[in-house]
């Protein structure tokens, strides 16, 4: 079990991240994971423990200190039966300290198993478009999902732009929802021109401000409410929203979580009708 309900596994080769561009980065999932497992992230050997009643007690690997683990990179392939799994979700793959040799063993990996479907995660979506259109040496097939996770507006406004140029399938997580978000992307008001149509999205740029919005048509949304004990509220009229804007636009949309009676709900027969949604793409 990946504690991930819309998961079947959790893939980790690389595991940590700098938590650039995380708003939530003191009440991360990934680093509790860690902090909790700290066999997840690793161990230091030798020197640099403590002595303690005579046991030693080596130190943790810092998870700000993204690591490869070699011997979990073909687990894979030992996956007979098709599965969705989950690429480094207890760190980043797109960090900017991430090696760009262990990028290509992990996508070499996915691009060998394709019974089963990959989901990737990033809040560096800039140097996952900057990784992904500059080194025609990574390739990668349908069944890889390229994805940003947004919690706020200024997140949308700023990820999905650098989402789009990527080819290939792509969805959102949103979570922790930190605010009413629009995904449409055409809130800007302005003397814009015709909307000019491309694959996937639409997009029109302002001769004035200079500034060009999007309509996006992701294959995926999943959204849920903040967790831990410093959690903010995310109020249901939010969630519903962003329900009713992927039904306009067709996309499946999958509620993980919802804030009931100030508790996290996972159990989806006690979510408002509205919310009890979980298609998968």
Not at 210 to 233: N, Q
Not at 253 to 271: A, E, H, L, N, W
Request: hydrophobic share 35%; net charge positive.
């Amino acid at each position: 079990m990946t504690g991930i309900s819309y998961l079947d596994e959790l893939y980790s080769p690389v595991t940590g991240c700098s938590g650039k561009n995380c708003p939530t980065k003191d009440t991360c999932w990934a680093k509790a994971m860690v902090k909790r497992f700290p066999a997840i992230h690793g161990i230091t050997q030798g020197l640099g423990g403590s002595w303690a009643k005579d046991d030693f007690q080596p130190e943790r690997i810092p998870f700000n200190q993204p690591q490869f683990h070699p011997d979990r990179l073909n687990k894979p392939l030992h996956w007979k039966k098709p599965r969705r799994i989950g690429v480094c979700f207890c760190g980043d793959l797109f960090d900017e300290q991430v090696k760009g040799h262990w990028r290509v063993d992990i996508y070499d990996v996915m691009a060998m198993c394709p019974n089963h479907q990959f989901f990737i995660l990033t809040k560096q979506s800039e140097n996952m478009e900057k990784t992904l259109t500059g080194h025609k040496w990574i390739q990668w097939e349908d069944n890889v999902y390229h994805g940003v996770t947004i919690t706020s507006q200024a997140d949308a406004d700023r990820m999905i732009p650098e989402l789009l140029r990527i080819p290939g399938k792509k969805w959102i997580s949103i979570e922790p929802m930190l605010e009413l978000i629009d995904l449409r992307m055409d809130g800007v008001r302005c003397t814009c021109g015709q909307w000019e149509q491309t694959p996937g999205y639409f997009h029109k740029t302002c001769p004035d401000c200079g500034k060009t919005r999007h309509k996006f048509i992701p294959e995926w949304i999943v959204l849920g409410c903040e967790s831990g004990p410093k959690r903010s509220l995310c109020p249901h009229e939010w969630m519903i929203d962003v329900v009713e804007q992927c039904r306009a636009a067709g996309t499946p949309c999958f509620v993980k979580q919802v804030d009931m009676g100030g508790r996290v709900c996972t159990d989806i027969t006690k979510f408002p009708k509205a919310l009890q949604v979980r298609e998968l793409p």
